[in-house]
């Protein structure tokens, strides 16, 4: 891992070492979310996954809903539990 410095341009903009967007696949028009914590800034490369790839994750999540016992009714009120939760 090596530490590099990057400089706040006067609009606020950084501009990511051409190694980091390489070893990272992180091209133009890519998003990043972003994460600060009193003085630590953290970014995490967001993709977006394809059409098959998403149909392929909602059926390993619907096998495992299966698994455990969820029914399709259930899922509005497990949302409303985690939306409470997130509250407190």
Do not use: C, H
Not at 1 to 21: C, F, H, N, Y
Not at 39 to 47: G, N, T, W
Request: hydrophobic share 40%.
């Amino acid at each position: 891992m090596s530490v590099d410095l990057l400089t706040v341009s006067s609009k606020g903009q950084i501009v990511l070492p051409a190694e980091i967007r390489k070893a990272l696949s992180i091209n133009s028009g890519d998003k990043l979310a972003v994460f600060a914590s009193d003085d630590v800034i953290m970014l995490k490369a967001i993709k977006m996954p394809t059409a098959d790839e998403f149909k392929s994750k909602l059926k390993l999540a619907s096998k495992w809903a299966k698994e455990v016992g969820y029914k399709e009714e259930d899922v509005n009120d497990i949302i409303k539990s985690v939306r409470k939760n997130k509250r407190k």
